[in-house]
């Protein structure tokens, strides 16, 4: 069975520390990964998409990465205003996407 | 445009009672899907169409029907309600360029509490 698995639950920086989240799935044909940012009570907000090894994409203080088993999405230098909760999903070659747990992130000023 | 949007926003049913939450999309997109989050479990796909007139379960599709007369619309109805059906329900609209999963856009969510 097809899954993505995301690291750590919960993440707590001050401000300015970077780090790194964490998207590892079970390959059966992967067609693409996705990132997306959900704040509380809202709909999850796309961020980036991803589809082969060596792919890399950045938007302000985030990058994306994809291996052949994994994801990172790198935060550098965060400030308050990126906690949130960071979902991956994955694409397995058919019209669904699988989703992660979440990684819910907080940035302490 | 409006994007994906989802109406009502919160909603309290007895057991037993039914409704159908709403989900509209202007974005001219063939698939739209429903999924349910809660806690500790992620988003999961309830029901999918990929084009109107078509539609196919998800991974928990069980009390709950869709159906899909126009592109625009993918409404989600709960036949009787139960308070395990209690959670945040959110759709989601892409395109199907390749006949395999796009990005997806999310609407707002429903909160329905179940009592």
């Known amino acids: 069975e097809d899954q993505v698995t995301q690291s750590p639950e919960a993440l707590r920086l001050q401000e300015g520390e970077s780090s790194s989240l964490n998207c590892s799935y079970t390959?059966?044909?992967?067609?693409?990964l996705f990132w997306y940012r959900q704040d509380p009570g809202k709909g999850p907000e796309f961020l980036f998409t991803?589809?082969?090894a060596g792919e890399e994409k950045e938007k302000e203080r985030l990058k994306a990465t994809l291996t052949k088993k994994e994801s990172f999405l790198h935060i550098t230098a965060p400030k308050p205003e990126d906690s949130a909760t960071y979902l991956c999903?994955?694409?397995?070659?058919?019209?669904?996407?699988?989703f992660g747990t979440g990684t819910r992130l907080t940035i302490i000023p | 445009n409006a994007g994906v949007t989802q109406t009502p926003k919160f909603q309290v049913l007895k057991t037993g009672q039914s409704m159908t939450l709403q989900c509209a999309q202007d974005?001219?997109?063939?698939?739209m899907s429903w999924y349910r989050q809660d806690p500790g479990m992620g988003l999961r796909l309830i029901h999918y169409?990929?084009?109107?007139?078509?539609?196919d379960q998800g991974e928990v599709p069980n009390g709950y029907n869709v159906s899909r007369s126009t592109t625009e619309d993918f409404p989600l109805r709960l036949l009787s309600a139960a308070p395990s059906q209690t959670s945040v329900y959110f759709c989601?609209?892409?395109?199907?360029?390749?006949?395999?999963?796009?990005?997806?856009?999310f609407g707002p969510g429903t909160r329905l509490l179940v009592l």
């Open positions: 999903a994955v694409s397995f070659g058919n019209e669904k996407l699988t």
């Open positions: 989601a609209s892409s395109y199907l360029p390749r006949g395999y999963q796009e990005t997806q856009y």
């Open positions: 169409s990929v084009g109107a007139g078509i539609t």
């Open positions: 974005m001219n997109h063939e698939y």
């Open positions: 991803l589809y082969s």
């Open positions: 390959v059966s044909g992967l067609r693409g």
